[in-house]
């Protein structure tokens, strides 16, 4: 019995640039769709073991929007490497001081935890508060999000 396993080349790799827009979109909903167009999964020729992602450029970081009271209750926490130095910071305070590494962090959590995941898919999200972005030379297309519904309030 033989199977047919095909493997990603790296010329066969169609890498594009795709421009999201954050505005009104629930986070974890845009990190789950974005985490997988990195991967690839969104491709028929995806290998769980290759990377055969696209770039994605996230923009309005800013504007995104969490449901129920996760702004108060949802808190991140980092060590600073001394003693007793654990720091806790909510979700509402981090959103207003550095709304592109929310979104940076959601999805980076998504990604594999091997090499794949560490190296070359977490440089491929980009993430910017505003709706202005350096990557225009790129040309990405604008991709429009399948799940992530605009929350109406």
């Not at 991967?39 to 969490?66: L, Q, Y």
């Not at 999200?125 to 297309?141: C, E, I, S, T």
């Amino acid at each position: 019995m033989e199977t047919s396993f095909t493997s990603v080349e790296q010329a066969e790799k169609d890498r594009k640039w795709l421009l999201v827009d954050a505005s009104n979109v629930i986070l974890g909903r845009l990190a789950t769709e974005v985490a997988a167009l990195i991967r690839g999964k969104h491709k028929p020729t995806f290998t769980k073991h290759t990377d055969c992602g696209d770039s994605v450029v996230i923009i309005n970081a800013e504007k995104v929007r969490v449901t129920g009271n996760k702004l108060k209750d949802k808190i991140y926490h980092h060590h600073t490497g001394h003693i007793g130095h654990v720091r806790a910071i909510p979700l509402e305070s981090k959103l207003a001081a550095h709304p592109e590494r929310v979104i940076q962090e959601a999805v980076w959590g998504m990604l594999p935890k091997g090499v794949l995941g560490k190296g070359s898919m977490r440089s491929r999200v980009m993430v910017y508060a505003g709706d202005k972005h350096p990557h225009a030379a790129q040309n990405p297309q604008k991709y429009e999000l399948k799940y992530a519904k605009a929350v109406v309030r």
